[in-house]
């Protein structure tokens, strides 16, 4: 398994600010995903980080808004950019285990609120 | 892309029974399909995980089935507990893709 620390595990921002959320995990991985999660809804994927290039953005996101840094093996931030209420939600990160049809494991999430 | 449906309405049951919980999948099927808990103001924790080539999965209280021809997955919790009161999520691979696909999740609540 692994184990993510995700921080913060919540904040209230002000709009038009940024906050970068970290992702820090107890093992060296390949790939990290970042997903959001509105209020009553599923989790939809921003973007996946691999080390060492650009993040692959899913349609609807993109970088000049979700930046994100993929330094080493074990960490990741997501910044949230020139924030507005609509980006309120739940921001989680996410690792597998190197392989293709393993579980996923995930940080305990951001709870955004733009006020 | 996949597209997942989870009953959105919660499902309430009384502690002993047993829940079942159903997720249906459109379009390809997928190699595997996944189910996760969720508590409030966490991440989600994996469960089970079910290959397309097995038909029932099981751990202790809980069980698994995929059917490939109805697209279809059920996911049951038998003698259930309070505790088991949480959002489950559906989630399956896209394409085969690393990153999951997931369902907006069923809500259950388990009375004393």
């Known amino acids: 398994s692994a184990v993510i620390s995700q921080k913060p595990s919540r904040d209230i921002c002000q709009r038009g600010t940024s906050l970068t959320i970290q992702c820090q995990v107890d093992s060296q991985v390949t790939m990290m995903f970042w997903y959001r999660q509105q209020p009553g809804q599923s989790l939809t994927l921003i973007a996946t980080a691999n080390q060492g290039s650009e993040a692959t953005y899913e349609s609807g996101f993109v970088i000049d808004k979700f930046p994100i840094s993929r330094p080493n093996l074990t960490f990741s931030t997501l910044t949230v950019s020139n924030m507005s209420p609509e980006d309120s939600s739940i921001y989680l990160c996410s690792v597998d285990r190197h392989l293709l049809n393993t579980e996923a494991f995930f940080g305990q999430g951001t709870r955004l609120t733009v006020v | ?112």
């Open chain 2, 1 to 112: 892309s996949q597209k997942i449906e989870q009953n959105s309405e919660a499902l309430n049951i009384q502690e002993g029974k047993t829940a079942t919980l159903t997720c249906n999948y459109t379009n390809y099927s997928p190699a595997y399909l996944q189910w996760y808990r969720q508590d409030p103001g966490r991440g989600p924790v994996f469960l089970l995980l079910i290959r397309e080539n097995e038909k029932e999965k099981r751990k202790e209280r809980l069980k698994v089935t995929f059917d490939t021809t109805l697209k279809q997955s059920l996911f049951h919790i038998t003698a259930s507990q309070p505790a088991d009161s949480a959002t489950y999520l559906c989630a399956l691979d896209d394409g085969g893709r690393r990153a999951l696909t997931f369902g907006s999740g069923t809500r259950l609540q388990v009375q004393p």
